[in-house]
C-alpha cells in the first residue's frame, strides 16, 4: 500500500498570504495524484487532478504541481472560504490511498 | 448537477450487517467507475472500494476485504455496499463517489455505528 505523507498537519495563514501544502508518496504515483478540500459538516470537493489540473469552477489561486514521490498544492492570497482540511490521494496503484490532510486554519 | 444520495446508514451491532445504497442521477452512472470512502468520526479519509462501470471488475481497501462486497444496478443508477461482520471501528461516514481515479462528486454521506 502506498503511503501518502502531508506537511504539515496544521497551517496557520492570515488572509491574503500564500498557503503551500506538501504531499509525499512513498513510491511515485506519475502524476496520478488528486487534491481534496473538506469543510466542516461537508463532503469533500476535488479541487485537482492528475497533479496540476483544476477541476471545474476551482479559482485560479489555486495550483497543484509535482510528479513522482513529490507534490505541492498551492493557494495563492487565502480567501475565508479556503480555510478547510486539504487531503491528496493517489490513484495510480490500488488500493487508492489518502493522506492524512492538513488543516489550513486562520492565524 | 450531479446527485448522489446515500442512504441504509444507522445503528448495528458488532458482528452485524448493513448493506448501504447510492441513488446517483443528473450524469450517465453507467460510463463512470464508482467508489465508496469513509471518514471515522474526527479523521481522515479512507478509501473502502471501487468498481468498475460494468461490474466486472471490483477492489478493496485491506481493512475490508472479505467483509465488504461493492456492487451496481446500472438498470436502477444505483450503487451498493453489503457490509458484514462489522467492527467498532468501521463506525464512519460513508461518502458514495463519483469516479474510479480521481474523485470528482461525492455524495453528502451516511452515518453507519457499530455499538452494542
Known amino acids: 500500500e502506498i503511503l501518502m505523507t502531508q506537511s504539515p498537519a496544521t497551517l496557520c495563514v492570515s488572509p491574503g498570504e500564500r498557503a503551500t501544502l506538501s504531499c509525499r508518496a512513498s513510491q511515485s504515483v506519475n502524476n496520478h495524484l488528486g487534491w481534496y478540500q473538506q469543510k466542516p459538516g461537508q463532503a469533500p470537493r476535488l479541487l485537482i487532478y492528475d497533479a496540476s489540473t483544476r477541476s471545474t469552477g476551482v479559482p485560479a489561486r489555486v495550483s497543484g504541481s509535482g510528479s513522482g514521490t513529490e507534490f505541492t498544492l498551492n493557494i495563492s492570497s487565502l480567501q475565508s472560504e479556503d480555510f478547510a482540511i486539504y487531503y491528496c490521494?493517489?490513484?495510480?496503484?490500488?488500493?487508492?490511498?489518502f493522506g492524512q490532510g492538513t488543516k489550513v486554519e486562520l492565524k | 448537477e450531479v446527485h448522489l444520495v446515500e442512504s441504509g446508514g444507522g445503528l448495528v451491532q458488532p458482528g452485524g450487517s448493513l448493506t448501504l445504497s447510492c441513488a446517483a442521477s443528473?450524469?450517465?452512472?453507467?460510463?463512470?467507475?464508482m467508489t465508496w470512502v469513509r471518514q471515522a468520526p474526527g479523521k481522515g479519509l479512507e478509501w473502502v472500494a471501487n468498481i468498475e462501470k460494468d461490474g466486472s471488475d471490483r477492489y478493496y481497501g485491506d481493512s475490508v476485504k472479505g467483509r465488504f462486497t461493492i456492487s451496481r444496478d446500472n438498470t436502477k443508477n444505483s450503487l451498493y455496499l453489503q457490509m458484514n461482520s462489522l467492527r467498532g471501528d468501521d463506525t464512519a461516514v460513508y461518502y458514495c463517489?463519483?469516479?474510479?481515479?480521481?474523485?470528482?462528486?461525492w455524495g453528502q454521506g451516511t452515518l453507519v455505528t457499530v455499538s452494542s
Open positions: 490521494q493517489q490513484y495510480y496503484y490500488l488500493p487508492r490511498t
Open positions: 463517489v463519483r469516479g474510479g481515479f480521481s474523485l470528482d462528486w
Open positions: 443528473e450524469f450517465t452512472f453507467f460510463t463512470y467507475w
